[in-house]
């Protein structure tokens, strides 16, 4: 039986954010451990489809401290670049990760937090949860999800088109994955693609670094009192990478309105009209994977635990990072992740002072 361990502070999960604040933390000289359920280093980018690319340049989607090496031939890097720089940036810094190891609870116990795990127990003075939302697909209730006799999979399961040559794929969603993965298909599938409202696509000159610095401006407008800007959905849903917008220009990208049900052979619009389908992909988002803080009893409305920053409300010992702008701007990407990294680290310095 592994006995009980005890260090200052537990990062849950290995990726980019956890890998972020490991950075801050030891650049503190703030002793911590990252505990990764995977076994091997990248977080959720070693399983996204294999077209995925950034939506923004190399130098500005990077980690603290390190700058991401451009990926040769490619503007925007694909899936495959950015976990071959997650490793190196893990073995550059010598972050102390320990993998696979899945968190199973995190408890409170005589004035510290018990991290439980299938491979020992953890004490420490703070936690930060670092596990994003990719193991938490959410799917839809749409009536009629039941009867459809074809494939339904969500956006973690889908890998290439080729899987696909030749059926009739409806993709649901209007998001960018949504839009990535119906340029995917639009070649040499019959595609339907249908979204909850007409797809809005940002500029084709603006990338990752406009989004972040909207996102960063509605922050510090709320921050200070003022207007609501909006941040970026004021620019659109879509970045236009180079995929989408050659299938776009194409005329391949053409959305229908969402459908009201699904059918035994496709799906249904409220006014009879039907579309066959062989396979269902729901492109439809995430939620924070938290299950792990549930014994915090801290889960308040949408599933969202209250925070000031990145430190929940109801736990000071507890930072939350990298899931959305609610725990810091642009802190579920690789470029927006720092400064919020930088400031839990901090306070979690301040708190073990």
């Known amino acids: 039986m592994t006995s009980a361990r005890r260090t200052p502070v537990v990062i849950v999960g290995g990726g980019q954010s956890g890998l972020a604040a490991g950075y801050h933390l030891r650049r503190l000289g703030v002793d911590f451990v ?51 720089y997650l490793r190196d940036y893990g073995k550059r810094y010598e972050l102390p990760i320990e993998r696979p190891v899945r968190v199973s609870g995190v408890h409170r116990e005589s004035g510290l937090l018990r991290v439980e795990t299938d491979s020992g127990t953890w ?25 459809f006799g074809g494939q339904q999979l969500h956006t973690v399961a889908y890998r290439r088109p080729q899987d696909f040559t030749g059926r009739r ?6 998001g960018n994955s949504g839009a990535q993965i119906a340029a995917d298909l639009a070649y040499d599938t019959q595609l339907t ?9 940002l500029a084709d000159d603006i990338d990752g670094r406009a989004l972040f610095d909207a996102a960063s401006a509605r922050r510090r407008a709320l921050d200070e009192g003022r207007t609501d800007t909006g ?18 220009d194409r005329g391949l990208l053409k959305a229908a309105p969402m459908f009201s049900r699904l059918v035994p ?31 915090l009893e801290l889960r308040g409305r949408r599933g969202h635990i209250a925070t000031t920053g990145t430190r929940a409300v109801d736990e000071p010992r507890l930072h939350l990072l990298g899931y959305g702008d609610w725990t810091g701007p642009a802190s ?6 720092g400064r919020p990294a930088r400031e839990a680290a901090r306070d979690i310095a301040s708190l073990l002072a």
């Open 34 to 84: 990252i505990l990764d359920a995977q076994s091997t280093p990248g977080g959720a980018w070693q399983h996204t489809w294999d077209s995925l690319h950034l939506f923004s340049p190399a130098a500005f989607s990077s980690l603290p401290g390190r700058l991401m090496p451009p990926q040769a031939g490619q503007e925007y890097p694909d899936a495959g670049h950015v976990v071959a």
């Open 123 to 147: 004490h420490t003075e703070a936690v930060i949860s670092a596990t994003g939302t990719w193991w938490r697909p959410f799917l839809p209730a749409v009536s009629g999800r039941a009867d």
């Open 169 to 174: 794929v409806v993709v649901v969603g209007g």
């Open 193 to 201: 693609w249908v979204t909850q409202r007409p797809p809005l696509y």
């Open 231 to 248: 941040g970026v959905a004021s620019l659109g849903d879509i970045v236009a990478v180079p995929p989408v917008r050659e299938a776009r």
């Open 265 to 295: 052979g496709g799906v249904e619009w409220a006014d009879g009209t039907r579309a066959e389908a062989d396979t269902v992909i729901w492109c439809t988002g995430f939620r924070p994977a938290l299950s792990h803080l549930a014994p």
């Open 332 to 337: 579920a990407t690789l470029i927006g992740v």
